[in-house]
């Protein structure tokens, strides 16, 4: 009965998730995260992540539209962050995970207005990124100014 119990529990045939190839996808994911985690991407926060990608990345205009398709496949076949933040977390400094999550913060807060699920979000990532609380502040404060002075 135990190892009947046990089978319920061990799947043999659960398929690990696959490497991840391009080191820029897992960025490119949180920020689309971040863009629909209001449950739609406005045309504001899909400007600010191209231009986010072309400066941070290096990825042409051209590229832009096949890289964001494969990105945003990605998300959506993905159960959670968890592997891309591991990644993220495994390839990038501390202080490059929080530039990261102000870029993030620049997608919530672009339309200038933050809701509480948004809110709620930057927190997990923030966990997930291993930051600790001061610097999700500090990465939400210095977002706001780069905005503010964008306009």
């Known amino acids: ?37 209001d449950g739609e991407c406005s045309d504001l926060e899909k400007e600010h992540m191209i231009a986010t990608l072309v400066k941070e990345c290096g990825i042409t205009r051209s590229e832009i539209d096949d890289f964001l398709d494969k990105s945003d496949t990605e998300r959506r076949e ?26 993030v913060w620049r997608i919530i807060l672009i339309d200038g207005h933050l809701e509480q699920h948004e809110d709620h979000f930057a927190h997990k990532l923030a966990n997930l990124l291993r930051l600790t609380h001061s610097e999700l502040i500090g990465a939400k404060l210095s977002a706001r100014k780069q905005l503010a002075n964008q306009h």
């Open 1 to 37: 009965m135990l190892g009947a119990i046990k089978k319920l529990f061990v799947n043999k045939t659960a398929k690990t998730p696959p490497a991840i190839e391009d080191p820029q996808i897992p960025f490119c994911v949180l920020l689309l995260e971040a863009a629909h985690v």
């Open 78 to 103: 993905s159960v959670d962050l968890f592997r891309f933040t591991r990644y993220l977390n495994n390839t990038m400094t501390k202080e490059q995970r929080i530039e990261m999550m102000e870029a």
